[in-house]
């Protein structure tokens, strides 16, 4: 079975400062990909970055980043300079290589950005 | 730009009542998926499915049945609803060679 667990249920940040946001995972399949997600206050869901468990350079997506280190089954979505508009609810996710496999999400952690 | 819809943002229904959630894709994705949003508890994936007709359990499918009859659209049914059915529903999609997967508005449904 797939586990994701994301610890911080809520963080606050300063404007144009960089913020870490926890995920650590569990699963048995050799093969999987990790993902983030955006949930802005209207509700839909962002993709953010992906990471394959086989890539051997961490993820990056403009100012997002992906802090992979598969030894510690974690990885930690980085936003640096961050900005009022990435006030939202992140959601880390994970599933096993292919479309027909589910993704499992983690509890979500709120991000609000401060002046 | 690819969609995903589905049908009703917000719902309000009486206990007892059969709900239907409709989604539909516009990407030809193979794959489709109903979650269940919860404060605290993040997304539970409830059924999901992997061709026209054919259709996997989730990890929290009492209560709720799904219906593929084509391959654009994806039905959640809740056969007589609860209050703890009160929630956010997402619906969402994924094809074989793609990674992520793309999500619907969502639909609020409240159960009185």
């Known amino acids: 079975a797939q586990k994701i667990t994301q610890t911080q249920p809520g963080m606050f940040v300063q404007e144009k400062e960089a913020v870490t946001l926890d995920c650590t995972y569990d699963t048995s399949d050799p093969s999987y990909g990790l993902f983030w997600y955006k949930q802005p206050s209207s509700g839909e869901m962002i993709f953010l970055i992906y990471q394959g468990s086989y890539d051997q350079q961490n993820a990056t997506e403009g100012r997002y980043s992906l802090n992979f280190q598969k030894a510690r089954k974690s990885a930690n979505l980085v936003i640096s300079a961050s900005q009022l508009g990435d006030s939202a609810m992140y959601f880390c996710a994970m599933g096993k290589v292919g479309g027909g496999n589910k993704l499992t999400f983690g509890t979500g952690t709120q991000l609000k950005v401060e002046l | ?112």
Not at chain 2, 52 to 61: A, H, R
Request: net charge neutral; glycine share 8%.
């Open chain 2, 1 to 112: 730009d690819v969609k995903v819809t589905q049908s009703s943002r917000y719902l309000v229904k009486r206990t007892g009542e059969k709900v239907f959630l409709e989604c539909v894709q516009d990407m030809d994705h193979e794959n489709m998926f109903w979650y269940r949003q919860d404060p605290g508890l993040g997304l539970r994936l409830i059924y999901f499915s992997y061709d026209v007709k054919m259709k996997e359990k989730g990890d929290i499918p009492e209560g709720y049945s799904v219906s593929r009859e084509k391959k654009e659209r994806f039905s959640l049914i809740l056969e007589s609803a609860s209050t703890n059915q009160t929630s956010m529903y997402l619906c969402a999609s994924r094809g074989i060679s793609t990674g992520e997967l793309f999500f619907g508005e969502g639909s609020r449904l409240t159960v009185l």
